[in-house]
């Protein structure tokens, strides 16, 4: 960090100290997403736009040592700091057999609000870099009462209770990653516009956990 506000205090190019930032953090386990809150934290202090170089950098240097030392697999997806497919099916297995034991229909009381942001042919970098906004956005509307996941590069899903006000929180959070993503210059990663829908769950866990299967690409 001390290299990258050298660099910034220089009027240098912040792309290689953001790098050697971006290995640092990985190197010691910190998520994408809490790295680039690093960069965009120190912009901010010094009243500066986010520089998109800084951003690159940075999400280079942690693909690269996840690349070579991959961590350990878990619960919770490194770059975007959300938890797994797994661990999303899980919670709709709890959500199934609570409603059973109070006589109550899944379809009726939750949903998945599914978002996709891919394009093709990415590089590792905005992939994560993509995944870490997406993430963060995700986590700071829905909060931990919502179970989340990211199904595959690129789509997300959360599991909220079925309202009249599930669609329209579904077309907040559309705008809401699409802005994101503009401030931290990642727009050109994601899919314009982003799609962002509702879709409705079966009757019983395994027929959820072959929906899961189906949304992944």
Same mark, same amino acid.
């Given at each position: 960090?001390?290299?990258?506000?050298? #660099?910034?205090?220089?009027?240098?190019?912040?792309?290689?100290?953001?790098?050697?930032?971006?290995?640092? $953090?990985?190197? #010691?386990?910190?998520?994408? &997403?809490?790295? *680039? &809150?690093?960069?965009?934290?120190?912009? $901010?202090?010094?009243?500066?736009?986010?520089?998109?170089?800084?951003?690159?950098? +940075?999400? /280079?240097?942690?693909?690269?040592?996840?690349?070579?030392?991959?961590?350990?697999?878990?619960?919770?997806?490194? +770059?975007?700091? *959300?938890?797994?497919?797994?661990?999303?099916?899980?919670?709709?297995?709890?959500?199934?057999? @609570?409603?059973?034991?109070? &006589?109550? &229909? !899944?379809?009726?009381?939750?949903?998945?609000?599914?978002?996709?942001? =891919?394009?093709?042919?990415?590089?590792?970098?905005?992939?994560? +870099?993509?995944?870490?906004?997406?993430? $963060?956005?995700?986590?700071?509307?829905?909060?931990?009462?919502?179970?989340?996941?990211?199904?595959?590069?690129?789509? @997300?899903?959360? *599991?909220?209770?079925?309202?009249?006000?599930?669609?329209?929180?579904?077309?907040? !959070?559309?705008?809401?990653?699409?802005?994101?993503?503009?401030?931290?210059?990642?727009?050109?990663?994601?899919? $314009?516009?982003?799609?962002?829908?509702?879709?409705? *769950?079966?009757?019983?866990?395994? =027929?959820?956990?072959?929906?899961?299967? /189906?949304?992944?690409?």
């Amino acid at each position: 960090m001390d290299a990258l506000v050298e #660099a910034l205090e220089a009027g240098r190019s912040p792309e290689m100290a953001a790098h050697r930032l971006g290995t640092a $953090r990985s190197a #010691a386990g910190i998520g994408l &997403d809490e790295t *680039l &809150d690093d960069v965009g934290c120190l912009y $901010r202090s010094v009243g500066a736009p986010l520089d998109v170089d800084a951003v690159r950098g +940075a999400a /280079q240097g942690w693909v690269l040592v996840r690349e070579r030392e991959p961590g350990p697999s878990g619960l919770r997806d490194p +770059a975007t700091g *959300l938890p797994t497919a797994d661990y999303l099916g899980e919670r709709l297995r709890e959500t199934y057999g @609570f409603a059973q034991r109070a &006589d109550r &229909d !899944v379809p009726d009381s939750h949903c998945l609000v599914i978002l996709d942001v =891919a394009v093709d042919e990415l590089g590792a970098w905005q992939r994560m +870099a993509r995944a870490a906004s997406v993430g $963060r956005t995700l986590d700071q509307v829905f909060g931990s009462g919502h179970p989340m996941a990211s199904l595959s590069d690129g789509v @997300f899903a959360v *599991l909220c209770e079925r309202g009249p006000e599930t669609a329209r929180l579904a077309q907040s !959070v559309r705008k809401i990653v699409e802005r994101n993503a503009e401030v931290l210059g990642v727009a050109e990663s994601m899919r $314009r516009p982003v799609r962002v829908w509702v879709e409705g *769950l079966p009757d019983s866990h395994q =027929a959820a956990l072959e929906l899961l299967r /189906q949304l992944h690409r």
